[in-house]
């Protein structure tokens, strides 16, 4: 059989703490090693137990869930931490990815939901709540800016993977980036494929997490 994913809890109300570490433990393939009811306490947590997966509310008293993350990102790679949050502004979005979370989700999320977010995050996969997904292309829409160019572009990514990559994060299809950069949609893949093997990503949730880590999106067109 599969080993369980183990995962931390942290958030800072007691019931809501309480209840999502009583719902997850319900579930046949997951088992909660601890819970927080802060970030230092998370990251000591994590460093106890070495789960699989943080379930992590951004904002608590002393060390932030933003705090949090970049430290267990920075320390103990293994461990995916995905934001579950009452928070889906467009800063709190953009410091939980960048400071590392793999996946980002809101209070609204049902168990279904996190527990697909959870076993997605274990297996390296990012998340995104769909209106953290519509929220991070409004803000890509609305700023655009510019794409860097040559060595300033990260993890060796060419200038064309550069543009692909704005592209997926401001939520185009294969056949639109084609039709945008007037190419076939096989050498999309093929681009995809290249960027995806350079920075190390497994899927779209990701690589839009990705692109606003190192500010890869659109320029003004």
């Known amino acids: 059989m599969t080993e369980p994913v183990r995962i931390v809890v942290a958030d800072d109300q007691t019931a809501v703490r309480e209840g999502l570490a009583t719902m997850l433990d319900l579930l046949p393939d997951v088992t909660v090693v601890a819970t927080a009811a802060g970030g230092a306490e998370a990251v000591a947590a994590v460093a106890a137990h070495a789960p699989d997966v943080v379930l992590m509310d951004l904002h608590m008293p002393g060390m932030d869930g933003v705090t949090a ?20 502004d467009d800063q709190s979005i953009l410091a939980g990815l960048r400071a590392g979370a793999i996946g980002y989700l809101t209070k609204e999320a049902g168990r279904d939901e996190i527990a697909r977010a959870v076993h997605a995050a274990a297996a390296g996969q990012g998340v995104l709540d769909a209106d ?90």
């Open 69 to 88: 993350t970049r430290q267990i990102a920075a320390d103990h790679p293994d461990t995916r931490v995905v934001v579950l949050t009452t928070f889906a």
């Open 132 to 221: 953290v997904q519509r929220r991070l292309v409004a803000a890509t829409t609305a700023a655009k800016p510019p794409v860097p160019a040559g060595p300033a572009l990260p993890d060796g990514l060419t200038p064309r993977e550069g543009e692909v990559l704005a592209l997926i994060a401001a939520g185009l299809t294969n056949r639109e980036i084609a039709a945008e950069l007037y190419v076939s949609e096989a050498t999309v893949k093929t681009h995809i494929n290249n960027l995806f093997t350079k920075a190390r990503l497994r899927d779209r949730a990701q690589a839009v997490r990705y692109a606003y880590q190192h500010a890869v999106v659109l320029p003004d067109r």
